[in-house]
């Protein structure tokens, strides 16, 4: 094989029913210089032997295993070890890549001097009623820093999903404290905040929403989120305090109300949920939310919040819940009522 350009790391579980076109999405790439690295984690369908057959016939393919199953942050983490293109990326199973998604941003990110991180066009799919659409997020017609992607990417006005120069990919892996979230909201955040420039490309990533994702169905995991975004602020932390961040105060505060935020969302599923969870969940959660609420530095929220019946950040556990339980009646009828 010539020198590679980008690799990719896809982490495989039991992903059968999508893995041929992820698979074919990247052996119909333009842009042929290119390592494949697929890492399954411990599957119990037929994804090892699809894999296996596209190995048989691409050598850029390379299948790897995981010892037991750890989650798809150790599976790409264990690809990045094997990765040796100039660029890399990751591209789950159950997505895929147009054509020339590698080619466009391979060939924005050598211009010039360089990019140290090229985004993707991010379009979402929805597997129920097969409609596409482009992700909602900033339009650029030139690079920015990675101190405004970083910015921008807290509340999601610019997605992760990206090519980044190696070296940047390998002094920040993956972080797999837990089994999900934390990559996606900790180590795509460094890896922008990390890059001297952020610039776009055309190629695009096709992102599929289905029925079995965690964010479309009930679920205890989701309140792993709000652990993943207070995992967040002590690494934003510790950049502050490296002198990596620009604007410390100002980042803080913005951040502080989106975690405030993310909060009150899983407050309300929490209410919502609750008939569903054993009394050993309930008594856990329940648990988690109150420890979180006396997390907050409520000097750092907006001062508009502590008017705002349903976000007022009462840190008494008992009247906060008593707030969000008449929050969840009064809304929908001050809602009706406005209509």
Same mark, same amino acid.
């Given at each position: 094989?010539?020198?590679?350009?980008?690799?990719?790391?896809?982490?495989?579980?039991?992903?059968?029913?999508?893995?041929?076109?992820?698979?074919?999405?990247?052996?119909?790439?333009?842009?042929?210089?290119?390592?494949?690295?697929?890492?399954?984690?411990?599957?119990?369908?037929?994804?090892?032997?699809?894999?296996?057959?596209?190995?048989?016939?691409?050598?850029?393919?390379?299948?790897?295993?995981?010892?037991?199953?750890?989650?798809?942050?150790?599976?790409?983490?264990?690809?990045?070890?094997?990765?040796?293109?100039?660029?890399?990326?990751?591209?789950?199973?159950?997505?895929?890549?147009?054509?020339?998604?590698?080619?466009?941003?391979?060939?924005?990110?050598?211009?010039?001097?360089?990019?140290?991180?090229?985004?993707?066009?991010?379009?979402?799919?929805?597997?129920?009623?097969?409609?596409?659409?482009?992700?909602?997020?900033?339009?650029?017609?030139?690079?920015?820093?990675?101190?405004?992607?970083?910015?921008?990417?807290?509340?999601?006005?610019?997605?992760?999903?990206?090519?980044?120069?190696?070296?940047?990919?390998?002094?920040?892996?993956?972080?797999?404290? +837990? &089994?999900?979230?934390?990559?996606?909201?900790?180590?795509?955040? $460094?890896? #922008? @905040?990390?890059? *001297?420039?952020?610039?776009?490309?055309?190629?695009?990533?096709?992102?599929?929403?289905?029925?079995?994702?965690?964010?479309?169905?009930?679920?205890?995991?989701?309140?792993?989120?709000?652990?993943?975004?207070?995992?967040?602020?002590?690494?934003?932390?510790?950049?502050?305090?490296?002198?990596?961040?620009?604007?410390?105060?100002?980042?803080?505060?913005?951040?502080?109300?989106?975690?405030?935020?993310?909060?009150?969302?899983?407050?309300?599923?929490?209410?919502?949920?609750?008939?569903?969870?054993?009394?050993?969940?309930?008594?856990?959660?329940?648990?988690?939310?109150?420890?979180?609420?006396?997390?907050?530095?409520?000097?750092?929220?907006?001062?508009?919040?502590? +008017? &705002?019946?349903?976000?007022?950040?009462?840190?008494?556990?008992? $009247?906060? #819940? @008593?707030?969000? *339980?008449?929050?969840?009646?009064?809304?929908?009828?001050?809602?009706?009522?406005?209509?």
């Amino acid at each position: 094989m010539s020198e590679i350009k980008v690799s990719v790391l896809v982490a495989i579980y039991n992903a059968e029913q999508f893995l041929r076109q992820c698979l074919d999405s990247l052996r119909g790439q333009t842009l042929a210089e290119c390592q494949f690295l697929c890492v399954d984690d411990c599957s119990t369908d037929s994804s090892v032997s699809i894999i296996k057959e596209y190995a048989a016939q691409d050598s850029r393919f390379q299948l790897l295993h995981t010892p037991v199953n750890s989650g798809h942050s150790v599976a790409r983490n264990l690809g990045l070890s094997f990765a040796r293109g100039e660029y890399i990326t990751m591209l789950d199973a159950d997505d895929w890549l147009s054509p020339d998604a590698l080619s466009q941003s391979y060939a924005v990110a050598t211009q010039g001097e360089g990019f140290d991180c090229v985004m993707f066009r991010l379009m979402m799919y929805n597997e129920w009623d097969h409609t596409q659409n482009l992700f909602p997020s900033l339009q650029f017609d030139a690079p920015i820093s990675g101190q405004e992607a970083f910015r921008l990417s807290l509340d999601w006005q610019v997605h992760g999903y990206y090519i980044l120069r190696r070296e940047i990919h390998l002094q920040y892996p993956y972080d797999a404290t +837990f &089994r999900i979230y934390t990559d996606d909201n900790i180590t795509t955040r $460094l890896h #922008l @905040l990390h890059s *001297r420039s952020v610039a776009f490309s055309k190629g695009e990533y096709y992102y599929r929403q289905h029925a079995d994702s965690i964010t479309h169905k009930y679920s205890v995991n989701r309140f792993l989120f709000m652990d993943a975004l207070s995992l967040l602020k002590e690494n934003i932390l510790r950049e502050i305090a490296a002198g990596n961040i620009d604007n410390p105060e100002s980042l803080l505060n913005h951040f502080e109300n989106l975690r405030w935020f993310n909060y009150l969302d899983m407050v309300r599923y929490y209410l919502e949920h609750k008939q569903k969870m054993s009394a050993t969940e309930r008594a856990d959660i329940s648990r988690r939310l109150q420890d979180k609420l006396h997390s907050f530095e409520t000097s750092r929220l907006e001062s508009r919040l502590k +008017f &705002r019946p349903g976000y007022i950040p009462i840190q008494n556990w008992t $009247l906060f #819940l @008593l707030q969000q *339980r008449f929050f969840r009646v009064a809304y929908p009828l001050y809602r009706n009522l406005k209509n």
